[in-house]
């Protein structure tokens, strides 16, 4: 009779147990977030969010500078960029800070500092290459591109673009008033939301030469008086979506890439029937990384309207406007997992932290209320 190893039948057993789950590693992101310097605030702070649990920590300085209104991470996840919001209009008082991040803490150096040749720079992207940063001035309304070095520090402007014109409203929109800077998910474009001109203007990107120059056509338009202010493409690559700051509505896209052209859908209200719009401005706005929903902010009514997208159409429904449990919600942002969304109230110096529900868009509350000075953009960072 044939007779079994122990080690074959070791084997043998192994292959009729069942297998056990593996646990997978929890998911953590360190949260940047800019904010103004006014009163409570030094400059960018950094927390960890735990997306198994939704816990996020306590948030801490993470480098001191005056009014980064916007911050934005290099591709490499080396770098972090940030405004200067400063300089009155026709004065060239803004600036760009580089800084390098200690992945093990989040913390950050400061590496150099450029001028954006304009005043009031409100607003950073990096091209996909990390080889470009292109800024806007809002102020002066122009929009501005610098090289990035291999050790992330940035060369002085290698192109300025000056916008011309003007809109409908005589307070607002007297002038250019640029707000926002996206790169195409192809890398081919930069788009750049006019609040004062009602245009998303678009330039031709060569990541080589850290250059911009007109497209043709150059520019999508919102609705008269509209305003632009910020700008998120779906997933996809195939829509864009505008929130307006003025009319507090957000105007849905149809992005051609091949011609870098934007084609007008549809405009819908941020703010539920009937409600006081009374001083209410729209301000961020993200598309869900599933592409199945869009959350746009309101500052006045102080809500997140959460809209559900057609995914053939492009086109928005509104599905629920959510109260972001403070005053001014400025910026705010979705983890790269789709699970949770941050809210910045910046008139009330906390981050509020929502779940989202991946099947309806939906936003609860979690009951995480944190505390920072005057919080008016979000970001985030996986932890290595």
Not at 58 to 64: I, M, P
Not at 116 to 125: D, E, M, R, V, Y
Not at 271 to 286: F, K, M, R, S
Request: charged letters at 15%; one cysteine or more; proline letters at 6%.
């Amino acid at each position: 009779m044939k007779r079994f190893r122990p080690f074959s039948l070791l084997l043998a057993a192994l292959c009729v147990l069942p297998l056990l789950p593996v646990r997978a590693r929890a998911a953590e992101y360190f949260v940047y977030v800019g904010t103004y310097t006014r009163d409570k605030s030094k400059g960018i702070y950094v927390s960890r969010l735990n997306t198994a649990t939704g816990k996020v920590d306590e948030f801490q300085l993470a480098g001191e500078i005056g009014n980064p209104s916007w911050v934005t991470l290099h591709p490499s996840g080396k770098y972090l960029y940030a405004v200067t919001e400063s300089g009155s209009q026709g004065r060239r008082g803004g600036s760009v800070s580089a800084f390098s991040i200690d992945r093990a803490t989040g913390k950050l150096t400061a590496l150099n500092t450029v001028s954006t040749k304009g005043s009031g720079p409100c607003h950073l992207a990096v091209d996909h290459t990390g080889k470009v940063l292109v800024a806007a001035n809002y102020n002066s309304g122009s929009t501005t591109a610098f090289p990035i070095h291999e050790d992330g520090s940035l060369g002085e402007a290698s192109s300025f673009i000056q916008h011309q014109g003007s809109g409908p409203d005589s307070k607002r929109q007297q002038g250019p008033h640029a707000h926002c800077t996206t790169v195409s998910p192809d890398n081919r474009f930069v788009l750049v939301n006019d609040l004062g001109l009602d245009e998303v203007l678009i330039y031709k990107l060569d990541a080589a030469k850290a250059s911009l120059t007109p497209n043709d056509p150059p520019y999508g338009k919102v609705p008269p008086g509209a305003g632009p202010r910020h700008l998120a493409f779906a997933p996809n690559g195939k829509f864009a979506y505008v929130v307006n700051e003025m009319q507090y509505s957000t105007t849905a896209f149809a992005w051609d890439a091949a011609r870098g052209a934007l084609t007008a859908l549809q405009t819908i209200s941020d703010l539920p029937q009937g409600a006081d719009a009374t001083g209410n401005t729209g301000a961020e706005i993200a598309v869900h990384p599933n592409g199945r929903f869009v959350y746009s902010s309101n500052r006045g009514h102080n809500s997140l309207a959460v809209f559900s997208v057609d995914s053939k159409k492009g086109t928005l429904t509104p599905v629920e406007y959510a109260s972001t449990q403070g005053k001014t919600p400025r910026g705010f942002g979705i983890d790269p997992t789709g699970s949770y969304l941050l809210a910045g109230n910046q008139d009330s110096d906390t981050v509020v932290v929502f779940r989202i529900d991946k099947r309806t868009g939906k936003l609860t509350p979690t009951g995480q209320v944190l505390q920072v000075g005057m919080p008016v953009c979000v970001q985030f960072l996986a932890v290595r």
